[in-house]
Structures are given as structure tokens and as C-alpha cells.
């Protein structure tokens, strides 16, 4: 099979097994996330097979969805990969930035190493803020069940993984646990600078809710 026809049988796998996902992490995360990361790697000029492999594939067996299980993710696009007759160089290269691609916590540093997974994480991260970032956030505290906002609760910062998987507060809290972290961590210049109206926007989203919250406009 040629690179091309892998993409399009990959594009009917992940949407077949994502679609329909309530949570925020559906074929249309998948999709967004497969276009930012298109723009990004052609203007930093990375392979693009790995790239675009990477990005489809990269929320597979998520592990927020398999009792926080991590490996489940690189396992489920290593098998596919190789039903499709992918090199085991690409397919290496695919779940290491698989394993590495999400967020861990505020204090825990990245090991993303290549520029192709600099690029995924980076197409990932965008879809985390802004317009969509906000709507994929309280979809996803809805599913878990928690507060929307709740002013006695603060924010905390993780220092390890097992603390931000642990971590039960409410949605709004997430902004500064993580939304509004993304912008400086962004690993591309190209990224850096989509995320500018991203960010600015989650933080006047902000200003109103808690106006709107106290009952002033
Ligand atoms: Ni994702």
C-alpha cells in the first residue's frame, strides 16, 4: 500500500472506532487536531507520513479512558500500523510520540524529542484552547461528572502524572491546571503564534463567567 492509501484507510479506522465519543475526544478532535497539525508540519517542514500517522492515530485507546492505562495508545496504533504494512521505523517513530504526546501535569516536564512530535503535540495542544478548548472542557467535566465552577475550590498544580490522573475538581479549575499553560508550551514558532487568539479569548471568557457569575454584565 502507498503512503497515501495507509492515510485513507487510517482516516476510516479512527473514525470508525472514535465517532459518536461524548467526551471531547471523538473522530472531530482527531480531525481538528489532523488539519492544525498539516499547517504546522508543512510550514516546519516535517515528514509528513509520521506526522499526519501520528495525529490520526494519537488518541487511539486514550488513556483517560482505560483506567489511566498508558500504553494501551501505542499498542493500538502499533497493531494497526502494522496491518497496514507500515516500516518499523515509522511505526517506532508514530508511538513514541504516541507515549509522549499528552499532558501530564503542570510541573511535569515533556520528553517529546523530534520535530514531528513537536509538531503532533503542538496540533494536539491547539485543540485544547480557545473556542473549542472551552467547549471540549466542560464536555469532558460533564462526562466525569464534576462541578462546573465551584469559588471555594481552587486550582492546584500537579508535580507528578498519578496527581493530575487523580485530579477531581471542577471544570473551571482546568483553565489554570492546564488551558491557559498551553500557550508558553507550544514547541514550534508556528504553533506560538496560533495560539496567540486562542489564549487571548479563554482569558475573556473568563472575565465574563465570574462577572456573570456574581450577577454583573
Ligand atoms: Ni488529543
New binding site residues.
Partial sequence: MNQQSILNKTVEHVKKTLSGEGSG?DWW??YR?WQNAREIGVREKADMFVVELAALL??IA?WKFHGGDDSKGPKAAREWMISCGVDEITIQHVCEIISE??FKGAGVASKINTKEGMVVQDA?RL??IGAIGIARTFAYGGHKGREMYNPEIKPEQHDTFDQYKKNSGPTVNHFYEKLLLLKDRMNTRSARELAESRHRFMEEFLVRFYAEWEGRQ
Fill in positions: 475526544h478532535h482527531i487536531v494519537h488518541d486514550d504526546i499528552s494536539d485543540d485544547a
